[in-house]
């Protein structure tokens, strides 16, 4: 990692932690797995209080155990989580916009805990609600439930790995977590009944009848556990960034094309939402029928209207849309890659440089003298843009010889873009 990376995860962790979490998070993130005892001596805390900060990290997703060859238990720090605690409040307004203001509340108790049971964010969820309305209504544990189950369904919210039920040999230094894929968003059936409560003020308090202060005897009055004990839920942060990507996609067809063809991307993507990994190129292949039955019902486009969208989106230069094969009147992808590749045109460059980054994109590899003719730019400053974007590594540099000797005058220089280059270059600009 970057000082400027290591320098953000130590402010975020003092920041929303505390400094005792943030020293113990910022060693992990600078040394990497570290054991408990290393930990101790390195940072200079107690082993109650590195305990602590361990469990807040483990509790909040920031950091793993594992078990080692060599044995004992080493912790390490997940980095790239620490930093999504800038996206908090985007996840949090995503939920809003997509769900309303309980799928809001679900989202931010999760995040806030890191991991919760369902019932126990229903509760909490719906105590909140019930502290915003007028008129003495309260919320209903029930819409707040099938809210849950609304995110669970999109893949919003998933469970977390579970201690294997029937264990197998001696119990080890650490538990051996298991997540069946299968289960991973399926939502436990539970018989939540009741309504938010609101908190009493002091002065109510006062003005009521005093509570009694004697203590029951141990055992009676006990709350039973709940019956999705031991089930726990977070943030599906992948699928968060799966929809923000999505968004930009379909701004991006409104941009080249109009406003129908960005809803036929908007419909084909979330009719894939759920099937198509995060890190696919493409999405799954749908069918024109299928795209056809699942347009909104504003649209009312015919089906050869249709047909000749996907026919203008797939022949587009910038390939937004492409043909993998002729069933079911055509079978048609979204390209993904392509958007990621075509949003890091290096910013602070000038409009010309700019353009030269996009048309390498679009060509792949060009000699200098194609740039200036394709670009429309003088020698001279196409020649000085091309050697700026190189020198910050926005672009690349390929040799070609013609003979085995290397000879410059026999020799063709290409210049190309390397995409997970330059995307690494802005996401350090960012981090500083």
Not at 163 to 188: H, N, R, W
Not at 410 to 424: E, H, K
Request: proline content about 6%; hydrophobic content about 35%.
């Amino acid at each position: 990692m970057t000082q400027a990376e290591i320098k953000l995860c130590s402010l975020l962790l003092r920041e929303h932690f505390g400094e005792i979490v943030e020293r113990v998070g910022t060693l992990l993130v600078r040394a990497g797995a570290q054991p408990l005892r290393m930990l101790v001596g390195d940072t200079g805390l107690s082993l109650k209080q590195v305990k602590k900060a361990l469990c807040v990290l483990l509790q909040h997703n920031l950091a793993t155990f594992q078990l080692p060859k060599r044995g004992g238990v080493e912790y390490e720090a997940r980095a790239e989580r620490v930093l999504r605690i800038l996206r908090y409040p985007r996840y949090i307004y995503a939920a809003k916009t997509l769900y309303g203001d309980t799928g809001e509340l679900l989202v931010e108790e999760l995040l806030l805990n890191g991991k919760m049971t369902m019932s126990a964010a229903v509760r909490k969820v719906a105590d909140r609600l019930t502290e915003t309305m007028e008129d003495g209504r309260t919320m209903d544990y029930a819409d707040v439930s099938s809210t849950f189950v609304r995110l669970a369904d999109t893949h919003l919210v998933q469970r977390c790995p579970l201690l294997p039920e029937t264990p197998q040999g001696p119990p080890g230094p650490a538990p051996t977590l298991v997540l069946d894929e299968k289960e991973m968003y399926t939502v436990p059936r539970l018989s939540l009944t009741g309504r938010g409560k609101r908190r009493r003020s002091c002065e109510e308090e006062e003005e009521g009848e005093p509570r009694a202060k004697k203590q029951k005897p141990d055992g009676e009055g006990s709350e039973p556990p709940p019956e999705d004990d031991g089930i726990y839920w977070q943030v599906n942060l992948e699928r968060f960034h799966q929809h923000f990507r999505d968004q930009a996609i379909v701004s991006a067809v409104a941009n080249r094309m109009d406003q129908t063809s960005s809803e036929i991307v908007r419909t084909m993507l979330r009719m894939s939402e759920v099937t198509t990994a995060s890190g696919a190129p493409y999405t799954q292949p749908l069918s024109s029928n299928e795209i056809f039955r699942s347009l909104p019902a504003g649209y009312n486009i015919s089906k050869q209207v249709l047909d000749q969208y996907l026919t203008l989106l797939a022949d587009d230069p910038l390939e937004f849309v492409g043909k993998s094969g002729d069933s079911g009147g055509g079978m048609y992808t979204v390209s993904i890659l392509f958007f990621f590749g075509g949003g890091a045109a290096p910013v602070g460059f000038g409009s010309r440089c700019a353009r030269i980054f996009r048309l390498l994109l679009r060509k792949k590899h060009l000699e200098q003298k194609q740039v200036e003719d394709f670009a429309m730019i003088p020698a001279k400053e196409a020649k000085e843009m091309l050697y700026r974007m190189l020198s910050e590594n926005f672009v690349a540099l390929q040799e070609i010889p013609k003979t085995p000797d290397h000879a410059p005058s026999r020799t063709f220089y290409l210049y190309t873009v390397n995409v997970p280059a330059s995307a690494r270059m802005l996401l350090h600009r960012c981090y500083k």
